[in-house]
């Protein structure tokens, strides 16, 4: 790591005058708008339009095609990491649901949970689970894919029930030392693991209880709060177990993958262990065929019971369910390209670095431009790795400690990425759970409420603390608690 008290230093921008940055800014996020909002057009599509009329200008004002075209393929093979995983996420599901994993797991959570209690306890499990195993990805896509499937046997809306499954899942993530983005901004920003843990304390927190406030609230208003198994859950129970044989053992899977992570193996390797071990139950205790098997990998399982909403329950997961999603995370990589070439980030970075502003104006502007970064790269650890480092020393000579940076990065970064349709996360979470991210947004209230309290800490200047201390503490703690 280098000093903190080193000068930053930004690369000249490709695209002089900041005016035409800022049209480039308006054409690119207002076709954007225009085509999804007001024309219908699918995200993709809308992505791809507004990256193709952004990569225009930048080509009028003088940026060369060759420059454009090696910034779209490095973007596309950043994405590649997350889009091998979706493929195995799918697959997973597909033969999760064949080898009744999850059929097995809603069972247990319709047995146990009220409709009253389910969006608190869907919340509490996912934040432990998350905490614990250090990933969101993991957490949706197992346990979260299971308790929406509860949700539906207990008739609670599904976009309360993803609501509370994210805002459970990245407050675990936010808080877990052994998550990628807590280390990664933690790292960045040169601050202790920590101290960076417990300074997001002052945004999530607050956040998190208000939203399990609400969950209590909404849940108290579901129709058949009593407890005990009854009516539709009932006949849902009665029939997952004449298709699944209700093994135990059919929980191995999962525990096969959080295991993986908790170890700290790669994620692709950790899944298709978790795979493997649903196709042999499927082979062993559903008779399932090798032949099913893969058209439960490719298309997904099919469930044709006659009932539809337990029809709907159990359709799921596979490889073909996942490439609109992949087709999304392509097209922001379209996105993004024109303004990495034109090095818009770049001048906002030297903008604000030539104002020697105050800590509010300093803070308020990291807040605005990374969250601007993200909602154009839908990926923070391109952000975090970007703006980090070049916003550090800004923070720091602002009389700012740096762990105000480091939360704001994750406030703006890992707690927004789940409401962000074209991001990585944002589409992996709408495409694992089945609900649009336009219809949860309002129920994950952690992912806005943390900005809002963070924003409120910027501009009060409470909590914000003074560098001098903070250097003090993290050096204290750094004896025992080195940063990651």
Known sequence: MTSSSQTATTPEPALQGGVRHLVLLCVAI????????????????????????????CLVWGIPWARLEADLLSGIQAMLIPILILICVGMMVGVWMLSGTIPAMVTLGLELLSPALFLVVACLSCSLMSIMAGTSWGTLSTIGVALMGVAIGLDVPPAWAAGAIITGTFFGDKL???????????????????????????????????ALAVYAWLGSSIEGTQSGISGQAADIVSTLHQL???????????????????????????????????????????????????????????SSTGNEMIDGMLSRGGLQSMMSTVAVLIAAAVLGTPFKSAGTLDAAIAMLNKRHAGRRQVLGGAMGLHG?????????????????????????????????????????????????????????????????TADFFLYAILCYGAILFSLFYVVTGIGLGHRQADAQASQHLSTSHPTR
Not at 30 to 57: D, K
Not at 188 to 206: G, K, Q
Not at 382 to 406: D, H, M
């Open 30 to 57: 207002g076709s954007l708008l225009i085509a999804i909002m007001l024309l219908g057009i699918p995200t993709a599509v809308a992505l791809i339009v507004a990256g193709s009329l952004a990569m225009s200008l």
């Open 372 to 436: 601007l970064a993200f909602l154009l790269t839908g990926s923070y650890y391109v952000t975090f790795s970007l703006l980090g480092p070049l916003l550090r020393p800004l923070v720091a000579n602002s009389g700012t400690p740096t762990k105000n940076l480091s939360r704001i990065l994750e406030d703006t970064g890992t707690t927004l990425s789940p409401l962000v349709p074209w991001g990585v996360t944002g589409a992996f979470t709408a495409a694992t759970l089945g609900v649009a």
């Open 244 to 302: 699944f044989s209700t093994n135990p053992i059919t929980l191995l899977p999962p525990l096969v993958v959080f295991g993986c992570i908790l170890l700290k193996k790669p994620v692709l390797p950790s899944f298709a262990l978790g795979i493997v071990s649903g196709a042999a139950i499927a082979l062993v205790l559903q008779g399932a065929s090798l032949g099913d098997i893969g058209q439960a990998m490719n298309g997904g399982y099919a």
């Open 176 to 210: 877990s030392p052994l998550s990628d983005t807590t280390v990664m901004a933690s790292a960045v920003c040169e601050v202790n693991i920590v101290t960076h843990i417990r300074h997001m304390l002052y945004s999530t927190l607050p956040a998190y209880l208000i």
